[in-house]
């Protein structure tokens, strides 16, 4: 069963950094069957939107409102993927989840359960 696990959430204020951790286990974020791993958040009222990716080749992917401020990473001998985060604003409060999307199809898309991340002004 695979499983994904947010941390590193919490509440900073305005010009702070956190870093995410999303440890996952019952699959290996290394296997050619992921497509790619990526962090999305979610306000309250508002859809869940693409924060950053990493693809299986690589290729890392930013939202531009993260740009320059937010990198992640992936660490494949500690299965986990990380989101730095810095110059954080008010307005990045939301929740952050982790996900893994693979290429054996829509029922194999596995998401985290979120972590609160919190910026005050």
């Known amino acids: 069963q695979v499983q994904l696990v947010e941390s590193g959430g919490g509440l900073v204020q305005a010009g702070g950094s956190l870093r995410l951790s999303c440890a996952a286990s019952?699959?290996?974020?290394?296997?050619?069957?992921?497509?790619?791993v990526g962090w999305y958040r979610q306000s309250p009222g508002k859809a869940r939107e693409m924060v950053a990716v990493?693809?299986?080749?690589?290729?890392?992917n930013y939202a531009d409102f993260v740009k320059g401020r937010f990198t992640i990473s992936r660490d494949n001998a500690e299965n986990t993927l990380y989101l730095e985060m810095n110059s954080l604003k008010p307005e990045d409060t939301a929740v952050y989840y982790c996900?893994?999307?693979?290429?054996?199809?829509?029922?194999?898309?596995?998401w985290g359960q979120g972590t609160q991340v919190t910026v005050s002004s």
């Open positions: 996900n893994i999307d693979t290429h054996w199809g829509p029922n194999y898309t596995y």
């Open positions: 019952g699959i290996t974020l290394s296997i050619s069957a992921i497509k790619a």
């Open positions: 990493i693809s299986s080749g690589g290729n890392t």
